[in-house]
């Protein structure tokens, strides 16, 4: 069964763009989670979605932003790009929402960089 | 609000040696945890995670974990280091209550294994 899939893999961009970022799923997982990773402040937790539904938000503005589709495939959007919102972005698939029991698996990874 | 706690920023040990890596924990109630592991360049990989039951958990590529609820901990253990374990290690808790899949992670622990 393929993992977590997540495009770009790299992103180069420039303070005051937008960035859209992708992710996959594992087949069958419904619950899509994602997380940004820097070297200041590590592992922050972004957004939750379930049915195309936004069920937990981390503390960030509301330049982040999210989405989910039928398909269980998420996208979350960063406007008016700022220098810190360089990290690796991470998005991670579990099979259903409401089961704290269920393991989180991550994909590889979108690497943004903003100049 | 729960939170996870890694003291050591870095962990050297002999390939062959046994290896452990600490982390504490601070929950309101009972707690559901987990370690990952993070190689350069990758995402986090699922290795372990204690819901209930058996104080010593096993996982993947031979790591096994110890729930201690009077010391509130859950160090990652291995009997016989390998070179190729040198990685970043996160210990992650996530509130059980909720039924969200948020995960808060620890700092995280750089692993060597010297030859």
């Known amino acids: 069964k393929a993992g977590v899939t997540q495009t770009p893999r790299y992103l180069i961009k420039t303070r005051g763009q937008q960035v859209t970022l992708s992710c996959s799923p594992i087949s069958g997982h419904r619950s899509v989670s994602w997380y940004q990773q820097t070297p200041g402040q590590g592992l922050q937790f972004l957004f939750e979605?379930?049915?195309?539904?936004?069920?937990n938000k981390g503390n960030f503005p509301g330049r982040f932003s999210g989405r989910q589709f039928s398909n269980s495939r998420s996208e979350m959007n960063v406007s008016t790009l700022e220098l810190g919102d360089s990290a690796l972005y991470l998005c991670?698939?579990?099979?259903?929402?409401?089961?704290?029991?269920?393991?989180?698996?991550f994909g590889p990874g979108t690497r943004l960089t903003v100049l | 609000a729960q939170s996870v706690a890694q003291p050591e920023d870095q962990v050297n040990v002999a390939e062959g040696n046994p290896l452990t890596v600490k982390c504490t924990y601070s929950v309101s109630g009972n707690p559901y945890l987990f370690w990952y592991v993070q190689y350069p360049n990758r995402g986090l990989q699922f290795l372990l995670k204690?819901?209930?039951?058996?104080?010593l958990v096993k996982g993947s590529y031979g790591f096994e974990a110890e729930f201690n609820k009077s010391q509130t901990s859950f160090h990652l253990k291995k009997p016989s280091a390998l070179v190729s374990d040198s990685a970043l290690y996160f210990c992650a808790v996530r509130d059980r209550n909720t039924g969200f899949q948020k995960l808060v992670f620890g700092t995280g622990t750089r692993l060597l294994v010297s030859p």
């Open positions: 204690y819901i209930t039951g058996d104080n």
């Open positions: 991670a698939s579990s099979q259903q929402a409401g089961m704290s029991t269920d393991t989180q698996y």
């Open positions: 979605y379930f049915s195309e539904t936004q069920r």
